[in-house]
């Protein structure tokens, strides 16, 4: 089955490729339909369901596949989030990842308007932080990477994938 992912950043390809490296993947650069920063689960969602169906609907596609990274306001502080989104046919499945409060002096600048890859490259010094690690690996020091995060969003959308594969069969079977 052919997939095309949604992005050319190397850390949500790899995420993809480890979890679905069994099918024909492909990546290809389409609109997520929502502001180069999310600010909510809801607006991160919605973009990664817009690649995802952007995707599905290129020439030979069966399957696409949109991962997206945003930030959302609780209570307490400004979190990163991450939602990925998986669609063939008809049928959409979403998926979020972990949550990581981001400090103070990183989250003012990104709720003053900035998007939080650059606010995240002047705190680094590293032009390649968001296709690497992320601002969760530099912020659980190297225990968890973007490509990981996004690694299991994908194996949730597979599991919900399967699942509806193995139920959609049983529920032609009675």
């Known amino acids: 089955m052919k ?14 490729k480890a979890v679905f490296g069994d099918w024909n993947l492909e990546d290809a650069s389409v609109d ?5 920063q999310p600010m909510s689960d809801e607006e991160t969602r919605q973009g990664a369901i817009q690649r995802a169906k952007a995707c599905s609907s290129l020439p030979g596609a069966a399957a696409g596949i949109g991962l ?34 981001l400090p ?16 995240m490259r002047a705190f680094t010094s590293k032009e390649d932080i ?10 659980t020091n190297g225990h968890m ?3 990981t995060m996004f690694e299991h969003i994908c194996l949730l959308l597979k ?14 079977e009675k």
Do not use: H
């Open 3 to 16: 997939m095309i992912i949604g992005s050319k950043n190397p850390a949500k390809i790899q995420a993809v």
């Open 32 to 36: 997520s339909g929502v502001r180069a």
């Open 159 to 172: 599991g919900q994938y399967s699942f509806y594969r193995f139920n959609q069969k049983k529920e032609t």
């Open 130 to 139: 968001s296709t690497t690690e992320g601002a969760v690996g530099v912020f």
């Open 68 to 101: 997206e990274g945003g930030v959302t306001l609780m209570d307490d502080g400004l979190y990163i989030c991450n939602w990925g989104a998986l669609s063939i046919g008809e049928n959409v499945w979403s998926a979020s990842g972990a949550k990581l409060l």
């Open 145 to 147: 990477s973007r490509g």
């Open 104 to 119: 103070e002096f990183i989250a003012q600048p990104v709720l003053a308007g900035e998007e939080l890859g650059p606010v």
